[in-house]
Each structure stands twice: as C-alpha cells, then as structure tokens.
C-alpha cells in the first residue's frame, strides 16, 4: 500500500471518530452505512464480487471495502467463498428478507380476518408481533363500539402486560423467554402482574388453553383477550387479540371472546399455511 493510500485511509479513519469530528462524524457514520447498503446491492446485482470490483464500484480504496466486507460478514449479511475469494449474500439476508415477507404476508392475510371478527365482536381487532422485547401492532380493525378507541396500530407494547404480548411470550424458546423475564417488569397499573414467577405460571395456562387474557393490566378500564398466529411450520409469528373497556369486555364475556378470538387466529393461521388445525 502507498504512502499517499495510508494517510488516506487513516484520514477517513479519524473522520469517523465522532469525539474528534463532533457533526462530522455522525455524517461519517450515515455515509458508512450508504456504502454498507450499496455493497449488499452490488453483491445482489452480480452475484458474487471480489474487494477491488465492489472498491471500484464504490469508488472508495481497498481497505475501506474491505472493512464494510468485514463488517457485514461478521454480522451474516454476507459470507466469502474461500477458493475465490469473492463475495456474496450471506444467510443473513434471507433471514431479514424473511421477516419482513412474514409481516407482508400476515397483514395481507389478516385484513379479511381481522375486518370479520371486529364486524362481529364490535370491538378493536389488532395483530402484533415480536419487536425484540415488545409486542409491536401491525393491523387494527375497528368494530362498531370502538369508533372512540385509540389508535394501536404501529405502537409497541410490553410483553408482559398485554394479551398478545403474553402469547408471544409464551410461545418464545425456553432460553429467550427466561432472558426476557429476568429483566424488570414495569408496573402500569395495580393489576400488572411485575413477578417472573407468577408471569411464568400464566404462560404455562396460555400455552394449555390457547389463549391469553388481561384484565386493566396495562390501562385501567381496558381489556383484551388474544390467541395465537402460526405459520407452516407451526412456529407462532403472530398473536391477534380483541380489546375494550372493562365495562364492555365483562369477565363473564371472556370465554365468547376466547372462543371467537381463538378461531379468528386459527383462520389466519390457515391461511399463512398452517395445515394442522
């Protein structure tokens, strides 16, 4: 390498470092990821592509392509082929490509369904699903009742005081939910249930009876009752759930609810692909 490349490279370098550069260096950091965005496009348009094709193409030297290659990798987002030392799409792609084709396809799905059990129950419908360490709505469908209901839709609600969050939780591996339970439970009203071991024996009844139900756990005056969403292979991705006021949404209602919410998840279900109802 140059003498001239080096003290470019490591100007770049200390243009990257935010303590030296102040604004600079978050403009630095966007103009990272562009490149980091531009060498997933430029894998995806030729397939495969060695450090001086994707340097050339981003008009940046060697070394700067090298480490956004690193970068990427070490993330999945792209894996190199040893014999040639090329570059492609790493599994890592699938995964969030997936992802997303996940909620496409369940906000797709869940219009009709969601639409249908809201026409019927005269409640709020919505489905959520897991956003890390919160439940986050991505449909909502308004019954005849709720006309005055607030708005769900793209908020992110916690796990453990939230019908859908507990079904999602519930149907978490063994070692993400204890993680997820170990941390502090925040109490929104006197009913929040902020216990890990109390929470765990709930999980346990949802996962047995299909469904979860909270009763002002995370507003007072607000109810809710929610059932799981599953995909082909049977992995849960989605929880659809019903909720209104207390004065509405009465204990004595909750085993209609359970039962119609229950069904209107099986529906769905059905049609992302799940073939064992």
């Given at each position: 390498m140059s003498r001239t490349q080096k003290q470019s490279d490591r100007g770049e370098q200390r243009a990257e470092n935010p303590a030296r550069t102040g604004g600079r260096g978050a403009a630095s950091a966007v103009q990272s990821v562009d490149r980091a965005v531009s060498v997933l496009e430029i894998l995806a348009r030729h397939g495969e592509a060695g450090v001086t094709e994707?340097?050339?193409?981003?008009?940046?030297?060697?070394?700067?392509?090298?480490?956004?290659?690193?970068?990427?990798?070490?993330?999945?987002?792209?894996?190199?082929?040893?014999?040639?030392?090329?570059?492609?799409?790493?599994a890592g792609v699938l995964r969030l490509a997936g992802a997303a084709a996940v909620r496409l396809d369940i906000s797709q799905e869940g219009v009709p369904v969601c639409r249908e059990l809201a026409d019927e129950l005269g409640e709020t419908v919505n489905i959520a699903v897991l956003d890390d360490d919160a439940a986050v709505n991505i449909m909502q469908a308004r019954g005849t009742a709720s006309v005055t209901a607030q708005n769900w839709l793209g908020r992110r609600t916690p796990l453990h005081a939230t019908s859908s969050g507990k079904v999602l939780l519930a149907h978490l591996p063994p070692t993400l939910r204890e993680g997820l339970l170990a941390r502090p439970l925040h109490r929104f009203t006197e009913r929040t249930v902020t216990g890990a071991s109390v929470l765990r024996g709930?999980?346990?009844?949802?996962?047995?009876?299909?469904?979860?139900?909270?009763?002002?756990?995370?507003?007072?005056?607000?109810?809710?009752?929610?059932?799981?969403?599953?995909?082909?292979?049977?992995?849960?991705?989605?929880?659809?759930?019903?909720?209104?006021?207390?004065?509405?949404?009465?204990?004595?209602?909750?085993?209609?609810?359970?039962?119609?919410?229950?069904?209107?998840?099986?529906?769905l279900s059905r049609r992302m692909g799940y073939g064992g109802l």
């Open positions: 994707i340097a050339d193409e981003l008009g940046v030297h060697k070394s700067t392509a090298f480490r956004l290659l690193g970068v990427l990798e070490n993330r999945g987002l792209v894996a190199q082929a040893k014999d040639r030392g090329k570059y492609y799409l790493g709930e999980l346990e009844a949802v996962v047995e009876q299909g469904y979860a139900a909270t009763l002002e756990e995370l507003e007072v005056g607000l109810t809710a009752v929610a059932a799981p969403v599953r995909a082909h292979d049977g992995k849960v991705i989605a929880a659809i759930s019903v909720s209104g006021p207390v004065y509405r949404l009465t204990p004595d209602r909750l085993p209609e609810l359970a039962k119609r919410t229950v069904a209107a998840g099986a529906e």
